[in-house]
C-alpha cells in the first residue's frame, strides 16, 4: 500500500513562472523524500512602475510516505 502527503508551498523568481516552479521543486526535494509530482494552484506577477519584479506559484506538491 502506498500512502502519499500533500504539502502547499509558494516559490518566486525574477526570470518567469517556469524558473519559480522549477525553484520550488528543487527546493522541495532537498527537505521531502520521494516527491512525486505537483500541481500549481496559483500563479501572481508583482508589478512595479508598470514593470514586472517578480512570478510568484503556489503550488502542491506530492510525495510518498516511507
Known sequence: MTV??????S???????????EQGIQRAERTLKNVKGAWIAEQ???VEDGNIIRYRVYM???????
Open 4 to 9: 502519499a502527503k500533500v504539502v502547499e508551498i
Open 11 to 21: 516559490s518566486d523568481s525574477t526570470e518567469s513562472f517556469q524558473d519559480a516552479i
Open 44 to 46: 501572481k506577477l508583482l
Open 60 to 66: 502542491r506538491v506530492s510525495f510518498v510516505l516511507d
